[in-house]
């Protein structure tokens, strides 16, 4: 990262309000957060979410919804859904555009293709968006019924108020959607995922908190310099435990997202004319983990399927419904140190059935994303052959076979993180929903903007890289150091009107 060139590239106008308009789209956002749903009585709504999200027993898809829509769920915020209808959309518009052959040719007809796709997936996003509204008011009344304490937060709303509860919820996602892209338009990162990242930023002030009152039982005491100050030594140990495995954590993330096998590519030399091309060679990088966090939402989504049947299936007449309703929602409950305390394979249920599910999407999705065979159709047209490989057909099973063995253990190192939530609420007795996810989706995001607003400022600076006014003699070898010496000391062009 070429911290000199984005400092020198603030000084230029064009690159510093890029980055406040950004700024200012995000500052909205946190506002808009902060704004609740019209509804009969917002000091019952407000008690009955302080109850459920604090309680152990908070469903892990509710906490997920929370940390990636900035805390909006906890407010009962018109931004609650959030960017959930877009993405879905366009995870359903890969899946589409993979298995319908018109949608397959429209993506390979360039950035007009690309604008059309991105088009249906807007409009697609729109229904989403008004399902996933009514599903969330109606997954927050269930869980505050159980959980909250309180009662039905939608005892007294009408129709009508359903339908402006709706609305909102619609609006504020379409909203949110608008923001992303015009975020994305200033070309200092990808609007959504600054989104969501500014999202889990904003919770971190809270998991603090209630790692704090965790570890401390709300004690006012710290650790310094390795003496004790008003906690005791099990206290002292928790809290250094606790920061050294977020760190483990931490560096480790950053190594599984940065890892990538390079694959050597070579393009054979050809002669048109009196010119030569090809002849170089290249690298094919191949990600690690190439599903990034996709897995473990389509996971968190997936699980919380069964419990919300087992939820409808408490409330039916039949008493074998019931039953089976009861042993739904006990065996897919998120599990806590009571739960495992308690004994059994019960608890086991959830985090083996999660992990599972990471694992088989994981493999899913890279299989969509990375296809092998449209690389080495693109490779063999090209002129270029991975070295030791020959192209075409080998060509494809030897990508085929790299990706595999690459996913296979991004598959594993994705499963542990998804599950690192879970272990937390196990030992610290706590609602934890800041995991190896979030810090995932901030590494990955935090690394893609830098290198984002780096490849701006590298466009904003390039003036003072401006080609000489004679030609070098070609016939004389250099290196890069001697080109980097011509640049240093070249005096800038003059203009037409200066001479």
């Not at 091309?277 to 990600?287: E, F, W």
Request: one cysteine or more.
């Amino acid at each position: 990262m070429n911290w000199k060139i984005i400092w020198k590239s603030l000084k230029h106008s064009d690159m510093r309000n890029r980055i406040l308009a950004v700024l200012g789209m995000l500052v909205v956002f946190r506002i808009l957060a902060h704004i609740p749903i019209p509804l009969a009585d917002p000091q019952t709504l407000r008690q009955v979410l302080q109850n459920l999200f604090s309680s152990s027993d908070t469903p892990q898809l509710l906490s997920f919804i929370d940390v990636l829509s900035g805390g909006a769920l906890a407010n009962f915020s018109i931004m609650l859904v959030g960017l959930g209808p877009y993405i879905n959309a366009s995870i359903i518009m890969q899946l589409l555009t993979k298995a319908i052959p018109q949608l397959e040719s429209m993506n390979q007809d360039g950035e007009f293709g690309r604008r059309k796709i991105n088009q249906y997936t807007r409009i697609l996003a729109l229904p989403l968006a008004i399902i996933q509204s009514i599903g969330a008011i109606y997954l927050v009344r269930q869980s505050a019924l159980q959980i909250g304490g309180i009662g039905d937060i939608t005892a007294n709303t009408s129709i009508m108020q359903w339908v402006l509860m709706v609305a909102c919820l619609t609006g504020g996602s379409m909203l949110l959607m608008w923001l992303g892209e015009l975020i994305t338009e200033q070309s200092v990162g990808n609007g959504i995922s600054l989104l969501i990242t500014i999202g889990i930023v904003s919770t971190l002030p809270t998991t603090i908190a209630t790692l704090y009152q965790s570890v401390f039982n709300g004690e006012a005491s710290m650790m310094m310099f390795g003496h004790r100050i008003g906690i005791d030594e099990k206290q002292a140990l928790l809290a250094g435990a606790i920061i050294l495995v977020t760190i483990i954590i931490t560096v480790m993330i950053v190594k599984l997202n940065e890892a990538a096998r390079n694959l050597t590519v070579q393009y054979a030399k050809r002669v048109q004319g009196s010119r030569a091309y090809g002849g170089v060679t290249t690298i094919l990088p191949v990600k690690l983990i190439t599903a990034g966090v996709i897995p473990i939402i389509f996971a968190v989504a997936f699980l919380s399927v069964p419990a919300f049947v087992g939820q409808i299936l408490s409330s039916n007449g039949s008493a074998r419904l019931q039953e089976i309703g009861l042993k739904l929602s006990i065996w897919f409950q998120n599990p806590s140190a009571q739960t495992f305390a308690a004994g059994g394979w019960t608890p086991y249920i959830y985090p083996a059935v999660y992990f599972l599910l990471v694992f088989i999407f994981t493999f899913f999705y890279t299989s969509i994303t990375f296809n092998s065979k449209e690389i080495a159709e693109n490779l063999q047209k090209q002129g270029g052959f991975i070295e030791g490989v020959r192209s075409g057909v080998q060509t494809e099973k030897y990508l085929g076979k790299v990706v595999n063995r690459l996913t296979l253990f991004g598959a594993l190192a994705l499963g542990l993180l998804a599950l690192t939530p879970i272990l937390g609420q196990a030992f610290l007795e706590s609602n934890i929903a800041l995991g190896g996810t979030s810090i995932l989706i901030l590494v990955s995001v935090a690394l893609e903007t830098l290198r984002a607003i780096e490849s701006r400022a590298l466009m904003v600076t390039y003036d003072q890289y401006e080609q000489p006014d004679f030609f070098y003699d070609t016939s004389v070898p250099s290196d890069a150091a001697t080109g980097a010496r011509r640049l240093k000391f070249l005096p800038k062009r003059r203009n037409i009107s200066d001479r």
